[in-house]
């Protein structure tokens, strides 16, 4: 039985291409394709896919907190990260998000399909490339050395909003689109300046971009 598989990818030219590979493969059937992480999170509770190929980078809501999303709904729906990034923070916010794998972009495809089949299976993947850089940060952590990021300050719902306002969108705008009040989410906004000590929109901006919350448009 081949394995039902949603992919969450914003550039539709590799979305294609990547669907071409799997259904090339005879072991996965694509039975949806989404834009954005919001819109893969609505997605998936529709199709009940068995997994979720999730880009980390997407506009309107980013990979990690979809991942976080799906994984709070308790549906058992598993989720690969797929990523530019190698670095630790971004690994290790993947897999506390809920994903069961993170395989980098510039991976054989080979690879990928064998996160789809360990994952499928029960298992954790990780490319083996990053498995120094997974081993190191879980030392440092286990030594208590981990040191929280001011991301780590934020709610959910908070890195939701900051996310769209550094995106460019208004306070109406993202009212709309988080089905909340305009006063909701401009107390979120003041909230989130509160505990980042940033207190402009292009400073929020930047510091979203910075930390992959968004991408530089």
């Not at 670095?87 to 993947?94: P, S």
């Not at 908070?158 to 689109?177: F, H, K, P, T």
């Amino acid at each position: 039985m081949s394995t039902r598989v949603l992919l969450a990818e914003d550039h539709a030219l590799v979305r294609s291409g990547i669907r071409s590979l799997l259904e090339a493969s005879k072991e996965v059937d694509v039975v949806g394709e989404a834009g954005t992480g919001r819109e893969a999170v609505e997605m998936a509770a529709q199709l009940k896919p068995d997994l979720v190929l999730m880009d980390l980078a997407m506009n309107d809501l980013n990979g990690i907190d979809a991942a976080r999303q799906l994984s709070a709904r308790g549906e058992g729906i598993n989720v690969i990260m797929l990523s530019m990034h190698a670095e630790e923070q971004y690994i290790y916010e993947a897999l506390k998000a809920g994903a069961k794998g993170y395989v980098l972009k510039s991976s054989a495809f080979k690879e990928l399909i064998t996160g789809i089949r360990e994952v499928v299976a029960g298992r954790t993947y990780v490319s083996p490339s990053l498995s120094n850089v997974v081993m190191n940060d879980y030392v440092r952590r286990a030594k208590g050395e981990h040191t929280p990021t001011e991301l780590d300050k934020l709610t959910t719902r908070e890195r939701e909003v900051l996310q769209l306002i550094a995106e460019g969108n208004s306070s109406a705008e993202v009212a709309q689109i988080l089905y909340i009040s305009v006063r909701t989410v401009d107390t979120h906004r003041h909230n989130i300046m509160e505990k980042l000590d940033i207190h402009s929109i292009a400073g929020l901006t930047k510091f979203a971009i910075k930390t992959g919350l968004c991408q530089l448009q």
